[in-house]
């Protein structure tokens, strides 16, 4: 029987990590005899990041396979794991999201995905779906925090993916500095083999792929081929004994979440893109620029921050340009829903034309003019002409019509990031899953 399970929150202030309590689950699905055949890479699915409601880091998990065992068996198997590492980390259980579906069952939750990926989705809807299910859809921890997560993690149908390969210390109390090689970190992209992204942002100069905090994750590499990635580890030689690592097929930096919207449907806790012209460009302190932008069917208020590194564009659009904006809306007071811009496409730009005064036929001076109705003089050399008109030039504007995307420091989980904007191939790459060790390592010194 086909089996997924879906995990959100399983995380705390004080530690833990959602992607580290499926890593543990899974160890012990294979020692325990449950796992008959594995059906995919795990899942790192991240969701909506607008949501004011959403769990830590807006990631839920989801691991799918064939079941060895009785369906009841595995459900209170993975309760117990699941409680067990939630009082390790001093969480919640009542925060944890925990979603397992039977049989094809998986299949019916895309719409979940999209929903909880793209706007607000209310644990009512939740309830419906495993009250429909007629068992098929099993929410072991009720309606808690975190179920439309795992629910939503169950439901992606991994149609845009990247990877990422996250290795976990042995002690949380390990210094991650004394465990890495920085160096070698930082030049892991610059080898196009091992087809990584966003582990160092050179031009930031700073290593993207060592987290901070009290969790278990020592690093993590992104890129586009699981096995390129496992190569990528091995040339780090991690000096120290981890307790092990796991590769996620992932949706982070594909822009899943950037669906069309009419300004209209541009509402608060919604993602998406508004395209229309430009009506108004407005600095604001502290290096921020308003747009303001019109569809046909209303008005959108967007802001480009700093962070996101394209204000630069935002400040050389002028009226009349044709833009499309994605992002996330968030709710402002007195202002209402507000697009925070994450990548930006100039479409069409308006043409600005500057009117002169003719310059001087004799000493190339620019003239000027002599009064009205009397023409141009120079006032350098004395000629004037009265038969000559101003000259009309086009002005040359700051910025290009195409995509504007943040390098790996600005961009978002989902955001495609600047070294993978003009790639194709990410969407496609497709790597059968034959053997459990392809994707997961038990506790090991990893090789140089």
């Not at 990247?162 to 160096?183: G, H, K, Q």
């Not at 350098?380 to 002409?385: E, F, N, T």
Request: proline share 5%.
């Amino acid at each position: 029987m086909k089996v997924s399970i879906g995990i959100d929150g399983a995380d705390s202030p004080k530690g833990g990590c959602t992607t580290h309590a499926l890593y543990r689950l899974f160890k012990e699905l294979l020692k325990g005899g449950y796992i008959e055949r594995v059906l995919d890479y795990p899942y790192l699915v991240r969701l909506n990041p607008s949501v004011p409601f959403k769990t830590r880091g807006n990631g839920a998990v989801a691991i799918k396979f064939e079941l060895r065992k009785d369906p009841e068996d595995l459900v209170s198997f993975v309760v117990g794991l699941i409680e067990e590492y939630v009082r390790e980390v001093s969480g919640r259980i009542g925060d944890v999201g925990l979603a397992i579906a039977f049989g094809d069952y998986d299949s019916k939750l895309t719409d979940i995905y999209y929903e909880a990926l793209t706007d607000y989705v209310h644990r009512s809807r939740i309830a419906e779906l495993a009250e429909d299910s007629a068992g098929r859809l099993v929410l072991p921890t009720g309606l808690s925090r975190g179920c439309v997560g795992a629910v939503a993690a169950i439901g992606w149908p991994a149609s845009r993916f990247t990877y990422e390969l996250i290795v976990y210390r042995s002690s949380y109390l390990a210094p991650r500095e004394a465990l890495v090689d920085l160096e070698k970190l930082a030049s892991v992209d610059l080898n196009p083999e091992y087809r990584t992204f966003c582990t160092f942002d050179s031009e930031a100069g700073k290593v993207v792929a060592v987290p901070k905090g009290p969790d278990p994750v020592l690093l993590g590499l992104r890129g586009l081929d699981p096995e390129s990635l496992v190569e990528a580890l091995n040339h780090l030689g991690i000096s120290e004994y981890v307790e092990g690592w796991i590769i996620f097929k992932t949706n982070q930096a594909t822009g899943d979440h950037y669906v069309p919207r009419a300004s209209r449907d541009m509402k608060p806790f919604r993602t998406g893109c508004v395209a229309g012209e430009v009506v108004s460009v407005k600095p604001v302190r502290g290096g921020d620029v308003e747009l303001r932008v019109y569809d046909g069917f209303g008005l959108s208020v967007a802001y480009v921050f700093r962070e996101s590194e394209l204000t630069k564009v935002a400040r050389n659009l002028v009226r009349g340009d044709v833009v499309r904006l994605c992002g996330v809306v968030k709710y402002w007071e007195d202002v209402g829903g507000v697009l925070h811009v994450e990548l930006m496409e100039v479409i069409d730009l308006a043409e600005i034309y500057l009117k002169r005064n003719p310059k001087c036929p004799l000493c190339g001076a620019r003239l000027k003019s002599a009064g009205r109705g009397k023409g141009f003089k120079c006032v350098k050399c004395g000629y004037r002409a009265k038969e000559l008109e101003p000259v009309v030039q086009q002005v040359s504007r700051g910025v290009a019509r195409g995509f504007y995307v943040p390098s790996c420091r600005g961009a978002k989980h989902l955001t495609i990031p600047r070294p993978v904007a003009s790639l194709d191939t990410y969407i496609s790459v497709q790597t059968s899953v034959g053997r459990v060790s392809d994707f997961y390592q038990q506790p090991q010194r990893i090789s140089q």
